[in-house]
């Protein structure tokens, strides 16, 4: 499964928060038992994300030996084998892990403690001055080597278990962690569960970024990291506004929410994620979200909080549109929830037979209905950064990706068709009542930037008009060599059925981007346009590619024994060819390939993709 497709599996979701990330067991929460995992699934939801401390006495090895002063990293010489995740530890969690992949639940083992940030996190912030240690410190190295080891211990324990287990390298770093060293750590973990191998080689692992907090966490994930790994997922927590989610504590004393205002502004966070999840060709989890219980309430005890807590209704509201609004933008979440005894309450874990809560039940029904209530998965889900032409069919929204502009003397209005559709339920619809020229009316898609040298594209799109004897014109808009360009097609005359219409443009060397319009404003008239489509013909081999053209990177480049791909789409087998266009090697779902036996020089990679696109891009081997 594809990451994207994993997030969209994931759906809706809890935290078994304080329980596995206590220092012991049993001492936040009460300790799991199976009945929970078979309660979240008969409700209805679809992942647990499980947070669980390895630091502490559940692993052997110290680093406090090592200097902390900047300089030293030289004199570390210790390894992996010097740190031992305990066996008896390992088996609790995956007995836990396994009880919940039994109900069909997609599972995440997430990195997640107040050890794990005491002995590991706190020492990357200088303000920590009790505990901070040099980045060039031979601490640093052993405490990195720590990580790591610990990671690949996990990862070897879970090898062959299924696709439905998720990884997550840390939770929330970036209290503590800065930008450029969590691209480090993601890097190094990345690498070490990879080097695992089985079904750890395509298992989805679950990263975010360093310094910024909240939903802005994502986007300071370094390109270089985004770009080495085709099973990624970033994750951001959200507890927005404090002065509402956290209002059981005494300097929080904001105790409703839910206005327009409130509301626009998780609308507005929510659309920047997921902008820049559009953009980075990257699926979003969110991970944590939540407010304090009603009045502040203890549901063990049955004792309001000192200082109050949110109204129930500004509680229920609150947890119902955060799960609808990421939902509605192809977001899965785990919601916050610790137990009987904390301030977050949904499921009061009744699972473990020794529970007697006063306030009875299995859940706090209001707040769970509300989580599985409302939202509906966007059709616009999935990688779409290397569309050519974004949304083709309008199905995703008219406007979506889509804009109309109208210049000079001309007046036109664009809207949704749905009543004369050629196929789905949406086609757009221009209607044009003051005429000009051509170029006066623009219906165009938007930018796509990427290099189309040597590239042959054939758009093709059904088009009818309300009236007789009207016309249009496609259009590319290119950048070559830094100069824009317009290549229009011929004149289409249009009928009051719908007809196929096609425009073939060959792009030079030195195209860096294309955008493609359909040029409306000749004739005063109504135009339907939909189902528009895309060929793409290498033009340097003869080699062809229908659809949507995939992203494929291959790095490093120059390369000198191991070759990586990433794309946005499952590649189903590569080949390659010198210089001479001779076919000199081969491979089916590669993620690497070793071409260290090879003479230095320019050579070609075809790539084959599950869909039957075929790439081709250029390498060299140093």
């Not at 499980?50 to 090592?66: C, H, K, V, Y």
């Not at 990671?151 to 770093?173: G, K, M, S, Y």
């Not at 507890?239 to 059981?248: G, K, L």
């Not at 290099?451 to 008009?465: E, F, H, I, P």
Request: with cysteine; charged share 15%; hydrophobic share 35%.
């Amino acid at each position: 499964m594809s990451a994207w497709e994993v997030v969209e599996s994931m759906g809706r979701g809890l935290n078994i928060g304080n329980t596995l990330s206590a220092p012991t067991e049993g001492n936040w929460a009460p300790i799991i038992y199976e009945q929970y995992f078979i309660d979240v699934a008969n409700a209805g939801f679809s992942n647990v994300r499980i947070p669980a401390d390895f630091f502490g006495s559940r692993t052997s090895g110290i680093t406090s030996n090592w200097s902390a002063n900047p300089n030293t990293s030289n004199q570390y010489n210790g390894s992996i084998a010097d740190f031992s995740v305990n066996p008896s530890y390992l088996n609790r969690v995956e007995t836990v892990v396994d009880w919940s992949l039994n109900q069909g639940l997609y599972t995440v083992i997430d990195f997640h403690g107040a050890q794990l940030k005491s002995e590991f996190l706190d020492t990357f912030n200088a303000s920590n001055t009790d505990v901070y240690t040099s980045p060039s410190s031979a601490k640093r190295a052993a405490d990195l080597m720590k990580f790591k080891s610990i990671w690949i211990q996990i990862a070897n324990r879970f090898v062959n278990h299924p696709e439905q287990l998720i990884f997550e390298v840390v939770n929330e770093p970036y209290f503590e962690v800065s930008a450029a060293e969590m691209n480090a750590l993601n890097a190094m973990i990345i690498e070490a569960i990879r080097s695992t191998g089985g079904n750890n080689s395509t298992r989805s692992i679950i990263i975010t970024g360093g310094t910024s907090t909240s939903y802005q966490a994502p986007t300071t994930i370094g390109d270089q990291v985004l770009n080495s790994d085709p099973y990624l997922i970033a994750s951001f927590h959200y507890y927005q506004p404090f002065n509402f989610t956290a209002s059981s504590r005494e300097q929080y004393t904001n105790y409703t929410w839910g206005s327009n205002a409130d509301k626009n502004t998780i609308n507005n966070h929510f659309n920047s994620v997921r902008q820049w999840s559009e953009a980075n060709n990257i699926p979003v989890t969110l991970g944590e979200f939540a407010a304090d219980n009603a009045d502040g309430i203890n549901y063990e005890t049955g004792v309001s909080g000192a200082f109050n807590g949110p109204e129930n209704a500004s509680r229920v509201e609150y947890h119902r549109y955060l799960a609808e609004q990421a939902i509605n933008r192809g977001f899965s979440f785990s919601a916050w929830c610790a137990g009987n005894k904390s301030t977050k309450s949904i499921h009061l874990r009744t699972d473990n037979p020794q529970i007697n809560n006063v306030i009875s039940g299995t859940w706090v029904e209001d707040v769970k209905e509300a989580l599985l209530a409302d939202g509906d998965w966007p059709e616009c889900y999935g990688p779409s950064s290397a569309d050519i032409i974004k949304n083709p069919d309008f199905e995703c929204g008219y406007s979506n990706n889509w804009s109309l502009s109208v210049q000079g003397n001309a007046a036109a209005t664009f809207s949704a068709a749905t009543a004369s559709v050629f196929s789905g339920s949406t086609a757009a619809r221009v209607d044009v009542t003051s005429s000009q020229n051509y170029n006066r009316v623009l219906l165009s898609n938007v930018v796509y930037e990427e290099d189309l040298s040597d590239k042959k594209l054939t758009v093709g799109c059904y088009v009818r008009a309300f009236q007789p004897g009207i016309s249009f014109r496609l259009r590319f808009k290119s950048q070559v060599n830094g100069t824009t360009t317009y290549v229009p097609s011929e004149i289409f005359q249009l009928s009051t059925n719908f007809q196929y219409y096609e425009f073939e443009y060959e792009a030079p060397q030195g195209t860096s981007s294309v955008q493609l319009q359909a040029l409306l404003g000749a004739d005063v008239g109504t135009y339907i346009l939909d189902n528009f489509s895309i060929q793409v013909e290498d033009t340097s081999l003869g080699l062809s590619s229908y659809g949507p053209l995939p992203k494929l990177i291959l790095f490093p480049n120059p390369v000198k024994d191991f070759l990586f791909f990433k794309s946005d789409l499952n590649i189903n087998n590569v080949k390659l060819y010198n210089i001479l266009g001779e076919l000199v090697f081969e491979k089916k779902r590669p993620n690497q390939i070793y071409i260290g036996q090879f003479s230095k020089g320019l050579y070609f990679i075809k790539a084959e993709f599950d869909n039957g696109i075929e790439i081709t891009n250029k390498f060299i081997i140093d």
